[in-house]
T-cell receptor, first 112, second 113 residues
Framework: DTAVSQTPKYLVTQMGNDKSIKCEQNLGHDTMYWYKQDSKKFLKIMFSYNNKELIINETVPNRFSPKSPDKAHLNLHINSLELGDSAVYFC???????????FGPGTRLTVT | AQSVTQPDIHITVSEGASLELRCNYSYGATPYLFWYVQSPGQGLQLLLKYFSGDTLVQGIKGFEAEFKRSQSSFNLRKPSVHWSDAAEYFCAVSGGGADGLTFGKGTHLIIQP
């Protein structure tokens, strides 16, 4: 049983396109996150959702829009993709105050 | 603002030798501290965590870490490394709740035979 899953695993697209990445967790957690890992492997928080409510929205272009249809899902939609959006995007989830986060396998986005 | 410093970008250790990876953090209150490991092409796996209590915490795969408030450090240790420990190691801090993790830049561990 996969705890945190993401689809697709790889995504290759052209500049200007719109794409979505899906994330699902079956851990019963109430908070979900999106992180971006750049080519130097630096990880940075993008968004945090708690019980379907946006909690954190770091300095991310508004071309990125998270959507949480329910507590088990957090999708990331990206409009007008740019070369600089190429990265690995990780979804994570946690529960409670201790913030112990479990990560998905990542989605490698390549924009050409 | 919180931050994490991992001073060593790369570390090379012989198989069977001991390991210590350094992590220093900056946080205004009591931090929640984590170590994650990332193997090539994989996601992040939680090795261990510190929330409160005993400052020496044990994790998976034989790893341990010690929280030292006076030094703002949370160094990761393993008494004897195995070739399968070769990976990228990330230290992270958060304020708990729905706070995002702030990661260090990672330490790339190389194991030589």
């Amino acid at each position: 049983d996969t705890a945190v899953s993401q689809t697709p695993k790889y995504l290759v697209t052209q500049m200007g396109n719109d794409k979505s990445i899906k994330c699902e967790q079956n851990l019963g957690h109430d908070t979900m996150y999106w992180y971006k890992q750049d080519s130097k492997k630096f990880l940075k928080i993008m968004f945090s959702y708690n019980n379907k409510e946006l909690i954190i929205n770091e300095t991310v272009p508004n071309r990125f829009s998270p959507k949480s249809p329910d507590k088990a899902h957090l999708n990331l939609h990206i409009n007008s993709l740019e070369l600089g959006d190429s990265a690995v995007y990780f979804c994570a989830s946690s529960r409670g105050q201790e913030n112990e986060q479990y990560f998905g396998p990542g989605t490698r986005l390549t924009v050409t | 603002a919180q931050s994490v410093t991992q001073p060593d970008i790369h570390i090379t250790v012989s198989e069977g030798a001991s390991l210590e990876l350094r992590c220093n953090y900056s946080y205004g209150a009591t931090p929640y501290l984590f170590w994650y490991v990332q193997s090539p092409g994989q996601g992040l796996q939680l090795l261990l965590k510190y929330f409160s209590g005993d400052t020496l915490v044990q994790g998976i795969k034989g790893f341990e870490a010690e929280f030292k408030r006076s030094q703002s450090s949370f160094n990761l240790r393993k008494p004897s490394v195995h070739w399968s420990d070769a990976a990228e190691y990330f230290c992270a801090v958060s304020g708990g709740g729905a706070d995002g993790l702030t990661f260090g830049k990672g330490t790339h561990l190389i194991i030589q035979p």
